[in-house]
């Protein structure tokens, strides 16, 4: 949905002088590289904690060099990041939630249940937990509720049971053994209907692995806090924990706290934000067509109204 962000940000961006976006999401620099194009007077920051896709979306974008700046962190830091870049306030921020493609096409990252690695699933392989480390050291009962929180898992008790006996014997390193596990652990009616049966697990592993639920619930209200009047925060999500925090600090953010019983609102409580559409969007059939990983996507957009 590259062109669809670029015009949600354009507004913004064509607000002021010397406009500021941050791409919360670099990745390799698709969005980033759309909106410097586009816009010749744009500086866009781009962050990522990918070591890996900070490096090739650099090389991506050096023709624009003296627009583009890079910080090497988790999101949820954007506002140490802006003001590290010395600005205040920015025009707009881009977040693109959830795993990457090209984290998911290098098979030794190891967030793929298709192909064999070891059970990394760090976005950032220079610091963290991994997956190994927490399918082989949580106690059952917290695996259960990773499972069924992260991953909404109907059968996570059935599949930690399997996991405790296994990593008993040894311990599970291996992107395969667990998915086999985890196929066997689902009783075979349910595993020929919904996709791969480990696809629930291994999301939910990666959303601890990388606290993922916890950075988006901190970055987005100090992305908000950042917006000039005019600004926008455009957000996609691939999965319903990520759209439900994005849909409820949307929903704060431009709700007005005036008292119900007044017949006037009052100027003090007034909601500083407000939607861009109601509801979400989703993507195009030329979108699905060209980009079968847009399938599960959910665009939202918000814009500073109010000082």
């Known amino acids: 949905m590259r062109d669809r962000c670029v015009d949600l940000l354009a507004p913004a961006i064509l607000a002021t002088q010397n406009p500021v976006i941050v791409d ?10 759309a909106l410097l194009q586009r816009f010749e007077n744009l500086t866009v920051i781009g962050i990522d904690r990918d070591e890996i896709a900070l490096e090739r979306a650099s090389k991506r974008l050096a023709p624009f060099a003296d627009r583009f700046k890079t910080s090497h962190c ?33 098979s030794e990252r190891g967030f793929s249940y298709s ?9 950032d392989r220079s610091r ?16 259960v509720h990773i499972l069924r929180t992260y991953g909404e898992e109907k ?27 985890v196929k066997e652990s689902i009783p075979a009616a349910t595993r020929r209907t919904g996709g791969n049966p480990a696809k629930r697990t291994f999301q939910a592993l990666r959303i601890e692995a990388n606290d993922e639920l916890g950075a988006i619930t901190r970055a987005l209200p100090d992305a908000l806090d950042l917006l000039m009047v005019g600004g926008r925060l455009v957000v996609m999500s691939f999965q319903s924990l990520e759209d439900r925090i994005v849909k409820e600090i949307f929903a704060e953010a431009s709700t007005s706290k005036s008292p119900r019983n007044l017949p006037v609102e009052l100027p003090e ?5 407000s939607l861009v559409f109601r509801s979400s969007e989703t993507p195009t059939a030329d979108e699905l067509e060209s980009n079968p990983r847009s399938a599960s996507v959910r665009l939202r957009a918000i814009e500073r109204v109010a000082a």
Not at 76 to 88: M, N, T
Not at 115 to 123: H, I, K, S
Not at 160 to 166: F, L, W
């Open 24 to 33: 919360g999401t670099l990745g390799l620099g698709g969005h980033t590289e």
């Open 74 to 106: 988790i999101f949820d830091q954007i506002a140490s990041v802006v003001e590290g870049f010395g600005y205040s306030q920015i025009n707009g921020a881009l977040f693109d939630l959830g795993v990457s493609s090209i984290q998911l096409d290098e």
């Open 115 to 123: 192909q064999d690695a070891p059970l990394d699933m760090r976005m």
């Open 128 to 143: 963290g937990i991994t997956a190994s480390e927490i399918v082989n050291t949580y106690e059952p009962g917290k695996l």
């Open 155 to 181: 059968f996570a008790t059935r599949i930690v049971e399997n996991i405790v006996k296994a990593r008993a014997k040894a311990p599970l390193n291996s992107t395969t053994e667990l998915a086999t596990l």
């Open 269 to 273: 409580y007034a909601a500083k934000f």
